[in-house]
């Protein structure tokens, strides 16, 4: 099968966007009240060790997805065992962004609409996107993280106009080690460690490209655009506000007012939300259905892209039975837990077995030279 | 009509092509003369254009010859001057090798050859050629006398422009191939011609320049005219939606222009064109998206200038389609985001108006895109009144009736407006604005953002011959974003776009 290619630069800049996802509309983790910040830092340092493990299984198989390298590991079964839980939690994830989204679009603006109608029109273009291929996505996503950009940039400086407080931030450090420990614990997993899913298709990547750089500079990136929607909303609603809010984020932004001319800007940010959602649920939608791909033994991923899409959405719909129900699946650590079997469990089985065995091909290797 | 009927209808089709074909292949010339000219009247039966003259040699009566050729299509001079009275009156007598005599010798026409094919000789009489039959020889001569009128070189009025040059294709090909030709005075251009058509066989010219050609591409077009199987090419546009690639997006995939001096500009950034006989628009492939910004013009007005023309046309796309799409979203769903005393005096505006906003703004683009293509088929001075109906009836009474909400004229207006400013993205832009807007009626802002982000993703995906079209827009290297949204001067535009061509440096560093 023809691959196509996506150059380092623009991997970066597709697994940032992928990891700010959700992230950007839930806030983070709003639970530390003023201290949230830090657990944005900590998270990263968190996941640092395990991305590192991401790119050495990328870096021992450069041409391999990670449904590849499982099924020349655990053999036929176990592999495609492994596959199919791989390929669900894709599925499932995607699903838990598509309601994040359509919940936080009903609650903002549409309180009547059906939520059907908004998952099945943002699917369309979800479909579209993943079926126009890699590297249109990560073309997509360069234009994504430009106007993400200059959204967070413009309201953080627009917030500086009289409804800020940096008071806010204070008490500093106001939290035993054991909540920020867990806080962060849950940043490393809500958007930090979700990029395993790239190791579906990272054989993608441009060759001669490093895989540790791509994945270091996208953490770090993210770290830095997630630093600065963080102290904005801090500053802008109170440690109080933050934490009873849904969307702090949407809340912030609906705060600031510049003049008497540019008020109410939230409809702007709003453009952030639905373009991340977009691209997160897309980069889901591509790993499930490399997924069944391999499962099935098919040939091409974007035959099975509709049904699987329509999927995603049928899941979206009964994932939760409401955004109260939401958020406690994220904030009491069940998604955590959950995700930590695919984001650690399963590729640190992946990676010691690949080791173990890269080294016997080593071994192989010299002493069939030694034989000669 | 089942798959098996469309089979037999394949079939019967082929075979007759196949006999249209070998028609003229089965044929053969014999030594007789009179066997010759009775071939070529049958092929040529019933159309009465053809003429057949005799010329008889006068130092000796019994050499004789027959010339054929198409009325109209020939330049009468030629046949007088050079032919006629040279065969009639060169001393002919006891030459041994009378064939070989005229053909280099007698005959005082610049291109002459000769051949045995009846199909070639069929070609070159349909063509415009005269075709010479001498007695007891299997072969005859055909010389050049092609000869006719075509329109003489003017501007083109679809793309004029304010400085620079003024000419334009005609629709002769030898015409247009010259326009071309006398921009070099160096070897670099190359032509490759070929025959597309069962029916009309229209003469087709490759053009590129052999040192910056990127040859994928060129391989690419070779190919793609080759599979061509079509029975009449009028136009470069049959063999435009011919080699396109195959794709529903409502974008172009090929460069159309009626100035040489735009062509030569896309051949020397390495692009390949293609010529049509009898039609002034030339294609250039592969296109680039922001070639649809791009105009002649930018690179004979100073580079700062142009650069801000072309971030106007960028403006002006997304305003046409963006604008009803805002307006909508805006009104009827985000009320909160205009300020507080304007949206009294829309709604003030709005109070009498009997359709809502979104049936209104559609109604309203559809007068829009009716006014502006009957004006386009208009006599210039109807037009003029068209365009004053237009303004006074649909503008001033509407609103003055209330029918209409005065806001809307005014959207409407920017979006008709803004339309003008990319005339290349026109269909497109059409269908993207309805997209958009059914999108925003239906789900507000949020449409509005899905509606264009399909657009975009579209633009992305796009691929000519191979080639995508927003290749190294993202690029950070200064050489490669030098053309795309702002223009450089000469000075700094060292290299050509590097996907393009084979050869990057263009020239020197000019200091």
């Keep these: 099968m023809l691959t196509e290619t996506v150059s380092g630069k623009k991997m970066i800049i597709l697994l940032s966007t992928f990891m700010l996802g959700s992230t950007i509309i839930l806030g983070g983790s709003t639970v530390l009240g003023q201290d949230s910040w830090v657990s944005v830092i900590t998270g990263a340092l968190w996941a640092f060790p395990i991305v590192i493990i991401y790119a050495r299984i990328v870096q021992l198989y450069p041409n391999k997805n990670i449904y590849e390298i499982c099924l020349d590991l655990f053999g036929n079964f176990f592999g495609k065992v492994i596959i199919f839980l791989f390929s669900w939690y894709a599925l499932h994830l995607g699903a838990l962004v598509l309601r994040n989204f359509s919940e936080f679009i009903q609650i903002s603006s549409k309180t009547e609409t059906p939520q059907i109608i908004v998952l099945l029109s943002m699917m369309v273009v979800i479909f579209y996107l993943v079926k126009s291929g890699i590297k249109t996505m990560g073309r997509w996503s360069l234009i994504v993280f430009w106007v993400i950009c200059l959204v967070v940039i413009i309201s953080f400086i627009f917030s500086h106009t009289g409804a800020d407080n940096f008071d806010n931030l204070l008490p500093f450090l106001n939290h035993t080690p054991g909540e920020f420990l867990i806080d962060s614990f849950y940043l490393f997993s809500f958007p930090y460690a979700e990029v395993v899913l790239f190791l579906t298709f990272f054989n993608s990547l441009q060759r001669g490209e490093s895989p540790y750089k791509v994945f270091l500079y996208a953490l770090f990136i993210t770290m830095i655009i997630l630093l600065v929607v963080a102290i904005r909303n801090i500053t802008l609603l109170g440690p109080e506000m933050l934490k009873i809010s849904f969307f702090p984020s949407y809340v912030a932004t609906r705060l600031i007012n510049v003049g008497k001319f540019l008020t109410k800007i939230e409809g702007i940010v709003m453009i952030n939300f639905i373009l991340l959602g977009i691209t997160k649920t897309a980069v889901c939608l591509l790993a499930t259905c490399k997924g069944i791909t391999h499962l099935f033994d098919l040939k091409d991923y974007k035959a099975i892209a509709i049904p699987i899409s329509f999927f995603m959405v049928a899941l979206a719909m009964i994932v939760y039975p409401n955004v109260i129900e939401m958020l406690e699946f994220a904030e009491r650590g069940y998604y955590c837990v959950y995700a930590s079997l695919f984001q650690v469990i399963i590729p640190l089985l992946i990676w010691i077995v690949a080791e173990i065995k890269n080294k016997k091909i080593i071994e192989l290797k010299t002493t069939i030279h030694k034989v000669h | ?511």
């Design chain 2, 1 to 511: 009509m089942g798959i098996f009927n469309k089979n037999k209808f394949n079939k019967k089709l082929e075979n007759s092509i196949k006999e249209f074909n070998n028609d003229l292949s089965k044929y053969k010339l014999s030594k007789k003369i009179d066997e010759n000219l009775k071939l070529l009247k049958s092929i040529f039966k019933n159309n009465e254009n053809l003429k057949i003259r005799k010329i008889v040699n006068s130092s000796n009566p019994k050499i004789f010859c027959y010339i054929v050729f198409m009325n109209g299509m020939i330049d009468p001079k030629i046949i007088n001057d050079n032919i006629i009275k040279s065969f009639s009156t060169e001393n002919l007598k006891g030459k041994k090798n009378i064939f070989d005599t005229v053909l280099t010798e007698t005959m005082q026409v610049n291109e002459l050859k000769k051949s045995e094919d009846v199909r070639q000789i069929v070609e070159a009489i349909a063509s415009g050629d005269t075709v010479l039959l001498l007695d007891k020889e299997k072969k005859v001569i055909i010389l050049n006398t092609r000869g006719y009128d075509y329109r003489s070189i003017s501007e083109p009025e679809s793309e004029k422009i304010l400085a620079g040059p003024r000419e334009g294709f005609t629709e002769s090909l030898i015409v247009n191939i010259s326009l071309l030709q006398r921009k070099f005075r160096t070897p670099q251009l190359k032509t490759k011609y070929m025959g597309i058509g069962k029916t009309t066989n229209t003469n087709v010219c490759v053009c590129y320049i052999e040192s910056v050609v990127n040859k994928d591409v060129l391989n690419e077009v070779f190919r793609r005219l080759k599979k061509i199987d079509i029975d009449a090419v009028l136009d470069s546009n049959y063999l435009l939606e011919l080699i396109d690639d195959k794709n529903y997006s409502p974008f172009a995939r090929v460069h159309t222009s009626e100035r040489p001096d735009v062509i030569v500009g896309k051949l020397l950034e390495g692009r390949v064109a293609i010529l049509v006989d009898g039609t002034p628009v030339v294609l250039t492939v592969p296109l680039l998206f922001i070639e649809n910004f791009q105009s002649p013009e930018d690179y004979y007005l100073r580079a700062d200038y142009s650069s801000i023309a072309r971030i106007i046309r960028i403006i002006g796309f997304f305003l046409t389609i963006c604008t009803p799409a805002f307006y909508v979203a805006v009104e009827s769903f985000h009320q909160e985001m205009i300020p507080t005393a304007l949206f009294i005096n829309m709604a003030i505006e709005r109070e009498g108006a009997p359709l809502p906003t979104s049936l209104e703004i559609i109604v309203m683009l559809i007068i829009f895109e009716l006014l502006k293509e009957t004006g386009i088929r208009m006599p210039t001075k109807v037009g003029d009144a068209l365009s004053i109906v237009g303004a006074l009836v649909i503008g001033q009474a509407a609103v003055e009736a209330e029918l209409v909400a005065a806001p809307m004229l005014i959207v409407v207006g920017i979006t008709g407006i803004s339309s003008l400013l990319v005339p290349k993205l026109n269909s497109s832009v059409i269908i993207y604005r309805f997209l958009i807007l059914t999108f925003t009626i239906f789900l507000g802002f949020l449409g509005f953002i899905l509606g264009l982000s399909i657009m975009i993703i579209n633009i992305l995906n796009q691929k000519s011959f191979g080639v995508s079209q927003v290749e190294r827009m993202e690029s950070w290297n200064p050489q490669d974003i030098k053309d795309q949204i702002i223009r450089r001067g000469w000075r700094n535009m060292v290299k050509r776009p590097g996907y393009l061509t084979n050869n990057e440096i263009r020239q020197g560093k000019n200091r």
